[in-house]
């Protein structure tokens, strides 16, 4: 990990780690992991003990690699279903958040946190989306933000994994909003303030950027042609490493022998996944069929005749889910983007899977007026989001590090890019016969091993979020000392 190449004014660093940077010597950055590889092909493996020296397995128990990921859902959230009204431990779930549930104990529910300095008056989701995550207010005409708390992470990390890190999406339809430019919309994850990196929405080259050797973005032709021949044929990657697996295996002891197969399982059903999603019937699919080229995304039904949606939403969640899951198992980078959707009018069009049906756009309900009708409408997507959210973080608790999970060796952040739709605000919204306090939705799943005091809901008093983002990246062994416009020192309470 090194600071020195974080340059930006959005955050600033302890004078004295930077010093202590500085008298470092140089050294190459390569990580000690096994690799199967085959023709045109190669899986990076989980962790295993077996293969460790004595000195690397007393370094991984110690130090265990922390992730970080920023999850954004989009347009606010119906508060009184949303805010839990009591506090501490023992606090009950909220309707929304009853999906977390499984995994309650490693979750931290907040209240009273504000992000006001990042957003224009208006609040507006053309720049909402890059100040959820640089707590700083986006410029116009011009491209001007700060850098992203993710980023600050993961360029400190450097070459620690192979994908410095992943920036995902469930749609790349975005728009101007009151005339910000329109990247602003599309992306949370910015390298630097004039820098953005817009997201992957396909389940396809997500898969062949993890297991398939970056075929499709490494302009190889022989990777190229060996990955069309594999589509073409149904040939899965791991085929082209069995070889390889077989010697890797004899030299496994039974419980790494197991966490290989299961991991190898996890690999082998998301590829199968998304080669029947490329296969399907066209206008059916999420890929287009035959083809590992950007969702089909089709219009949706809103009103303003501008929404556009995948056509099957949970499917590709799940998909994505499986895909971040195995990214973080195989420690291809350690740092995520993933925007469920876009803000505004970017956001979904209909809601045809839930139970019942919901015929109305997302963003036009978040404008409720504060009609408790509509608000519980809203409060049923949100519950679908969350438990999106959920099985996400049961799928990592589910896997071992150790005596840890990867969830307990993450930090897992989740917002959206206002707190309330109809108010376009960024802190505490009044709900008429709702008391408890409010201000920007936020989780934190995780404790980046056991450092932060989960299973609790926080209330705190108009707090910054950027003074959250301080305490997060510290955590993360990252000394920022300020971040964003308003972020000056490390939100306290959050320590085990």
């Not at 279903?81 to 009591?86: G, K, N, R, T």
């Not at 989701?125 to 890059?130: A, D, E, F, N, Q």
């Not at 963003?363 to 959920?390: C, K, P, Q």
Request: aromatic fraction near 6%; proline fraction near 7%; charged fraction near 15%.
């Amino acid at each position: 990990m090194s600071i020195l190449r974080i340059r930006d004014k959005n955050v600033s660093f302890d004078p004295r780690a930077l010093a202590a940077e500085q008298r470092k010597p140089a050294k190459l950055l390569i990580p000690r992991r096994a690799i199967l590889r085959g023709a045109a092909a190669c899986i990076a493996l989980p962790t295993l003990e077996s293969l460790l020296s004595r000195s690397e397995a007393r370094a991984q128990a110690v130090s265990p690699a922390l992730r970080f990921m920023c999850w954004h859902i989009p347009v606010g959230v119906w508060g009184p279903s949303w805010f839990p009204v009591d506090t501490g431990t023992n606090y009950t779930l909220s309707p929304t958040l009853t999906s977390l549930a499984p995994v309650k104990s490693k979750v931290l529910v907040f209240a009273g946190i504000q992000n006001t300095p990042a957003v224009n008056p208006q609040g507006s989701h053309g720049c909402g989306p890059p100040g959820m995550t640089t707590c700083m207010q986006g410029q116009k005409p011009q491209i001007q933000v700060g850098i992203s708390v993710d980023q600050v992470y993961a360029q400190s990390l450097g070459t620690a994994t192979r994908i410095p890190s992943l920036q995902i999406s469930g749609t790349d339809s975005t728009f101007s909003d009151v005339s910000y430019p329109a990247v602003y919309n599309g992306t949370t994850a910015w390298a630097s303030a004039t820098q953005p990196l817009p997201p992957i929405a396909n389940a396809g080259l997500i898969f062949d950027q993890l297991f398939a050797g970056g075929a499709t973005t490494s302009g190889n032709p022989t990777a190229i042609a060996a990955a069309a021949k594999r589509l073409a044929l149904r040939k899965s990657v791991l085929d082209e490493v069995m070889g390889e697996q077989a010697a890797l295996v004899a030299r496994l002891g039974a419980i790494d022998k197991a966490k290989l197969d299961e991991y190898l399982t996890s690999v082998r059903a998301s590829e199968t996944a998304v080669q029947q999603a490329m296969t399907a019937p066209a206008g059916s699919n999420i890929c287009s069929a035959g083809t590992m080229t950007r969702p089909n995304i089709t219009n949706g039904p809103d009103t303003n005749g501008n929404g556009k949606q995948i056509p099957d939403p949970p499917t590709y969640s799940a998909m994505m889910i499986n895909l971040m899951t195995l990214a973080f198992q195989c420690d291809a980078t350690r740092v995520i983007n993933y925007q469920q959707m876009n803000g505004g009018h970017s956001s979904y069009s209909s809601f045809p899977w839930l139970t019942p049906a919901i015929n109305k756009d997302h963003h036009g309900m978040s404008h409720h007026n504060g009609d408790v009708a509509t608000g519980l409408l809203l409060a049923r997507v949100e519950a679908w989001e969350i438990s999106l959210f959920s099985s996400f973080l049961q799928k990592l608790d589910a896997i071992k590090e150790g005596s840890n999970s990867i969830l307990d060796n993450s930090l897992i952040f989740l917002s959206s890019e206002i707190a309330d739709g109809n108010g376009h605000n960024q802190g505490a919204t009044s709900y008429a016969g709702f008391s408890a306090p409010t201000g920007k939705p936020i989780l934190l799943a995780g404790s980046a091993g056991g450092k932060i005091s989960t299973g609790r809901h926080a209330i705190y008093n108009n707090a910054a979020q950027a003074d959250l983002f301080i305490a997060l990246l510290n955590t993360l062994g990252v000394p920022a000392k300020t971040f964003g416009a308003a972020g000056t020192a490390p939100l306290t309470g959050l320590t085990a």
